[in-house]
């Protein structure tokens, strides 16, 4: 095969973020051949190892069905002259090299908004929250979330994240972590610092997260509220009157009592509540599997009655049994595979039920 002949055969391969071909975007590069052996480089505008993992499999069996048997594949990121050069291609009416922001809030956005509330905090709203994103991008959506917790944020450490958003073309690009974008106060302070603002300041932060990010095509957009009905709360149900809502809660009564409040906001300014998860319902022995009931039962079931909503899901008390020493490492992500992981999937798939016209 020649080098045009190599180009042609992978020109079915599309970029996820610029939305073009690899090879019209020129990200494969360096093509070397020898008799019934191609070395070639793969440039990717996301860093993702299950991306990389899907694009070795598909360049190799592509070229090894075309009778090369020895495929040597390199990766690496783009640089910011070719994010930027991938950009004019996908936007050229810019010139510029500014890919225009998609309006995330304006009427012809095609976006999911669903809310993670609670009425207090330490009930797990961020877990659900984290794992949720990343189950409705295992279901092959584009999804974002948000970490609107600004006081409490921790969305970026409980996804193992450790780099920062870049600046490109006077728009901020999240983070990508497992098929997930993600912005967060987090990323902007320094050493932990706490934040101590007031609501004005919050209100205008929450609004550069939607207009100042190059979030691109999403269809899912998760917020993870802060607990309560808050100041930052309020501005959510403002912004956003087409947002959906997920109540979390643990099985205690008061737990259940207090977010309540959160489920009746919602309905107050006719948002609609798609259902409730009962978050540290039970702790199961890794023995026995005996079920112990930490704090209580009933409250998660009793609250989806009093707001008229489903019982979405009920998770165990635990932690994923992640390893650090793992490539896609992360605090509180768990595994698709995982008997938790697979009751988000579930969870998942009731969010694009309610969502499917």
Sequence with gaps: MTREQILEALRYLHDPVYRLGMVELNLIKDIVVKENSVALSVVLSSTEEERKEELRR???????????????????????????EA?????PEQGAGKP??????????????????????????????????????????????????????????MMGIEERPQVVDQLIRPVERFGVKVISMGFFVQDNAPVIWRGP??????????????WGEIDYMILDLPPGTGDVALDVHQMIPQSKE?????????????AARAGAMAV???????????????????????KDYVFGRGGGAKLAEELHTKLLAQIPLGAPDNHPAEPDYSPSVYKADTEVGRMYLEVADAVIANSTP
């Design 58 to 84: 598909e360049i190799t069996g592509t070229l090894r069905k075309a009778g090369i048997t020895d495929v040597h594949i390199r990766f690496r990121e783009m640089s910011d002259f070719e994010r930027s």
């Design 87 to 91: 950009a004019k291609k996908a936007t």
């Design 100 to 157: 225009a922001p998609t309006p995330l809030l304006g009427e012809g956005s095609k976006t999911t908004f669903i809310a993670i509330a609670s009425g207090k905090g330490g009930v797990g709203k961020s877990t659900v929250a984290v794992n949720l994103a990343v189950a409705l991008a295992r279901r092959g959506k584009s999804v974002g979330i948000i970490d609107a917790d600004i006081y409490g944020f921790s969305v970026p450490d």
């Design 201 to 214: 300041m919050l209100g205008k932060m929450l609004r550069n997260f939607f207009s100042e990010v190059e």
């Design 246 to 258: 997920i109540i979390v809660t643990t099985p205690h009564a008061t737990a259940a009592f207090v």
């Design 268 to 290: 107050h300014t006719n948002h609609e509540i798609i259902g409730v998860v009962e978050n540290m319902s039970y702790y199961a022995c890794g023995e026995c599997g005996h």
